[in-house]
């Protein structure tokens, strides 16, 4: 991810798929009075490991049946995680500094978003004046009716604009050009908004909204498929109640960021954190034309600090590791970016995991039992990582011969398009279904407060598959039922609304071309030749270890149902 988007997303990592099964799961014992069903060297599964394997398997991972034959299998698959920890300890993989790194990375976020939640999220009070100042503030109580002339070419924006100063009517200019507008009234006024709406939905610059005079008319703005010559028509103040949920987002969102503010700057002085520009200078300097994940820096180098406190310092080494971990690429920040920057990725997050640490949180059992289960994670990554995932090379033959053989694996997935608007009730739904099948465009609805889509903002469109039942059970349910060009609803959705939508499109399973499908065929070919990697590595293992397992199925009680 780049430097311009600091997300908290990490790229999926192979895991496990031994029997297709999510094998990390944290294993914790019950005492000496609890069950042994499976020993592997010295570690114990006891009959509430195994319960709590099974109840954390998904619905796709579990067998229907409940057997004996199945419980073996389930105790296997403990056993084998088992095989492959030791293994693991074998080859003394928890000692490679990569690894360390990458758990201390993990503990220090932790640590630190503990450390938020429960010292900065408390102190967090919305009051009905911190609301008011906050409509004001963030300049949401204003409002402007929008108007304007869609074009297509410049030789009709330019005559636009002379007819304008020619002293014509605005009215009198747009008439030729109304078709092109499917939002706006005949005489182009298109709705009340503020400046954020009108930067998001109609590109119009916030320094515009607010300088513009009434009925002035500026700069025409360039759209994908034309230009928007526009002015403002009035203006007003919304009424608070209109903006209550978005404005108390604001509010929570500059407490949380002040909260963090003053906190750091606490911890700061409490440790006496010194930043040294000319460490971040040299930084900079390697990454020039690089990346994070590409600088190199000489021992040297690496060991320069780039903030130093009363009982250490985080030296040019840990502040790289540190952004690999995080995922970042992509060319460096400025120098007054970057200092910023880092003190939010790299200084708050340590000071706030000493500050955690010192109030023994690192201590408790749920943090204790959670990085253990992140241990074992990290562990059986870089392990399944040497094993599998680096070893697989795929060939442009042997993808397209694994195409032709298995065409009827790459159908796309059936789909349905709708253009769908969405109400508070039941009766404006379907006020709103009436007027769309009366050939209102949906764009003119979608602009009211009272309308809302689960869609893109202007058209109402979106694709619905059958992988998104869980998100959108009813839209997709009613979706698949119906045929092209139907309207359907109103139909309660998940989030409480009340949707009308109209079928555009239905596709069925048709088989891809390679060019298109090249993706997906790698992906399946990597994942087969990964899992025949990892099943042999697995008999490997279990015949290197068979001294060192012993299993007990028996006491493993049978559901009555069996």
């Given at each position: 991810m780049s430097f311009d988007r600091i997300l908290c997303r990490r790229s999926a990592r192979l895991l496990m798929r031994l029997l297709n099964l999510v094998l990390l799961i944290s294993l914790v014992g019950c005492g000496d009075e609890a069950i042994v069903v499976a020993q592997v060297g010295e570690v114990k599964l006891t009959r509430t490991d195994y319960e709590i394997f099974v109840g954390n398997l998904s619905g796709g991972q579990k067998n229907n049946k409940r057997d004996r034959n199945t419980q073996g299998q389930y105790l296997q698959s403990m056993v084998d995680q088992e095989l492959l920890l030791l293994e693991a300890r074998e080859r003394r993989l928890p000692d490679e500094a990569g690894i360390k790194a990458e758990l201390k990375f993990l503990t220090r976020r932790r640590l630190a978003e503990l450390f938020q939640a429960r010292v900065i999220g408390p102190r967090i009070e919305i009051s009905q004046a911190d609301l008011e100042r906050e409509f004001v503030d963030s300049r949401l109580d204003s409002e402007r009716l929008l108007s304007r002339i869609l074009v297509r070419t410049t030789e009709d924006r330019d005559r636009v604009l002379a007819g304008l100063a020619e002293g014509r009517p605005f009215t009198a200019l747009l008439e030729p050009f109304a078709p092109n507008d499917a939002i706006a009234e005949g005489d182009g006024v298109v709705g009340w908004f503020n400046y954020a709406d009108a930067e998001r939905r109609f590109l119009?610059?916030?320094?515009?909204?607010?300088?513009?005079?009434?009925?002035?008319?500026?700069?025409?703005?360039?759209?994908?498929?034309?230009?928007?010559?526009?002015?403002?028509?009035?203006?007003?103040?919304?009424?608070?109640?209109?903006?209550?949920?978005?404005?108390?987002?604001?509010?929570?969102?500059?407490?949380?960021?002040?909260?963090?503010?003053?906190?750091?700057?606490?911890?700061?002085?409490?440790?006496?954190?010194?930043?040294?520009?000319?460490?971040?200078?040299?930084?900079?300097?390697?990454?020039?034309?690089?990346?994070?994940?590409?600088?190199?820096?000489?021992?040297?180098?690496?060991?320069?600090?780039?903030?130093?406190?009363?009982?250490?310092?985080?030296?040019?080494?840990?502040?790289?590791?540190?952004?690999?971990?995080?995922?970042?690429?992509?060319?460096?920040?400025?120098?007054?970016?970057?200092?910023?920057?880092?003190?939010?990725?790299?200084?708050?997050?340590?000071?706030?995991?000493?500050?955690?640490?010192?109030?023994?949180?690192?201590?408790?059992?749920?943090?204790?039992?959670?990085?253990?289960?992140?241990?074992?994670?990290?562990?059986?990554?870089?392990?399944?990582?040497?094993?599998?995932?680096?070893?697989?090379?795929?060939?442009?033959?042997?993808?397209?011969?694994?195409?032709?053989?298995?065409?009827?694996?790459?159908?796309?997935?059936?789909?349905?398009?709708?253009?769908?608007?969405?109400?508070?009730?039941?009766?404006?739904?379907?006020?709103?279904?009436?007027?769309?099948?009366?050939?209102?465009?949906?764009?003119?609805?979608?602009?009211?407060?009272?309308?809302?889509?689960?869609?893109?903002?202007?058209?109402?469109?979106?694709?619905?598959?059958?992988?998104?039942?869980?998100?959108?059970p009813a839209l997709v349910e009613a979706a698949f039922a119906a045929g092209e060009g139907e309207w359907v609803g109103p139909l309660q959705t998940a989030d409480g609304h009340y949707a009308v939508f109209q079928v555009l499109e239905t596709r069925g399973r048709e088989i891809e071309p390679f060019d298109k499908a090249r993706s997906r065929v790698e992906a399946l070919l990597r994942q087969e030749r990964e899992n025949e990697l990892i099943g042999r590595f697995i008999s490997r293992l279990r015949d290197k270890y068979a001294d060192r397992v012993v299993l007990y199925p028996d006491r493993l009680a049978l559901d009555k149902e069996s």
């Open positions: 119009i610059p916030r320094r515009i909204f607010f300088a513009l005079d009434v009925d002035q008319v500026p700069e025409p703005v360039r759209l994908p498929r034309g230009w928007q010559v526009f002015r403002f028509l009035d203006e007003r103040t919304p009424d608070l109640q209109d903006y209550y949920q978005e404005v108390g987002r604001l509010v929570q969102q500059r407490q949380w960021q002040a909260g963090n503010r003053e906190e750091l700057e606490l911890l700061k002085n409490k440790h006496a954190v010194k930043f040294h520009p000319q460490a971040l200078t040299r930084l900079l300097d390697r990454m020039w034309g690089s990346t994070i994940q590409a600088v190199s820096l000489s021992p040297e180098e690496g060991q320069e600090a780039l903030y130093s406190f009363a009982d250490g310092a985080m030296d040019l080494n840990e502040v790289v590791a540190n952004l690999r971990s995080q995922g970042l690429s992509g060319p460096p920040p400025d120098r007054t970016a970057a200092r910023g920057l880092f003190a939010e990725l790299l200084l708050r997050p340590m000071l706030f995991e000493r500050a955690a640490k010192e109030r023994g949180w690192d201590q408790e059992d749920e943090f204790s039992a959670w990085y253990q289960q992140q241990h074992k994670k990290v562990v059986l990554n870089s392990l399944m990582d040497g094993e599998a995932k680096a070893q697989v090379r795929l060939g442009d033959e042997e993808v397209e011969e694994y195409y032709a053989a298995n065409k009827d694996r790459f159908r796309t997935t059936p789909q349905v398009k709708i253009r769908e608007l969405s109400a508070n009730t039941a009766e404006a739904a379907e006020g709103f279904r009436r007027q769309l099948e009366a050939g209102v465009p949906i764009g003119r609805l979608l602009i009211r407060r009272d309308a809302e889509t689960h869609g893109k903002p202007r058209t109402g469109e979106m694709t619905l598959h059958l992988i998104l039942k869980s998100r959108y």
